[in-house]
Every structure is written in C-alpha cells, then in structure tokens.
C-alpha cells in the first residue's frame, strides 16, 4: 500500500510541478510583454517629448526660420525672374533676326482673297512653304549662333 501511495504522491507531485512550470511560463512570456509594452511606450513619449522640445524650439526661434526662408524665396525669384527676362530678350532677337532673314519684299496679296485661281494659291502654298523653310533653317542658324 505504500508503494502505491507514493506512486500516487509522485503523480500529483509531477502534476503540481507541471502545472507551476506552465504558470510560470505564462507569467515570465507576460512579464516579457509587459517589458516590451514599457518601452515601445517609453520610446514613444521620449520621441513625443523630443518633437514637442523641437517644436518649442522653433516657435520661439521663428526669426531663425523665416529670415533664410524669405532670403532663400527672393533669390529663387529673383533668379527665375532673370530667367524669364533673358528668354524674353532671346525670343525677340530670335524673331527680329528670323524676320530680317526670310523677308520676302514681293510677297503677293492675293493669297488673301478668296476668289483666287487655282495657280495663284498653289505659288501662295509654295511661298509659305519656301518661308516655313527659311524660319526654321533661320531659327536653327540663330540657335547655333547663340550656343543653343
């Protein structure tokens, strides 16, 4: 009988053991949470207290901000105004030299009408094709004149 008493005894015991050993699994995979939880939370409120600080930071420093700002603003201004106004003077050149290159003195006026011959707008169609031909070859010439 004692034998089967202990037997019994050692059952439970192993039993118990088990049973404390999966609760103390339970609790340490908890206390790891827990740990994890703790610092993604801290990590979170330090970040959260870095940006407010830095955001502090510049709200009393705006001066610090808004000067390069403005000066950064102006000279990409007053650069893209240049800009405009040397393309602006390089078309105008463009086309005084394009026109100055294809003038065509004794272009006839009756492309313009409506009744005209067949002939007279196949030669009107011919000019303007000879004058297309001359601006682009003028524009070209213009082009490699000016280093484009």
């Known amino acids: 009988m004692d034998d089967i008493e202990r037997e019994l005894r ?76 040397r393309l602006q003077r390089y078309e105008t050149e463009e086309a005084a030299f394009v026109s100055k290159k294809c003038e065509q003195p004794g272009a006839s006026r009756s492309c313009r009408s409506p009744g005209a011959s067949a002939q007279d707008q196949f030669l009107c169609m011919q000019a303007r094709q000879e004058e297309m031909i001359c601006r682009l070859g003028a524009s070209a010439e213009f082009g490699r004149m000016h280093g484009r």
């Open 10 to 85: 050692q059952v439970q015991l192993q039993r118990e053991r088990s049973a404390l050993e999966r609760e103390l699994a339970r609790k340490s995979a908890l206390q790891w949470i827990r740990k994890v939880a703790r610092t993604v939370s801290q990590l979170a409120a330090g970040a959260a207290k870095h940006m407010f600080l830095v955001l502090r930071f510049f709200a009393r420093q705006w001066k610090l901000l808004l000067v390069p700002a403005v000066a950064t603003a102006s000279a990409v201004g007053a650069i893209a105004w240049n800009e405009k106004l």
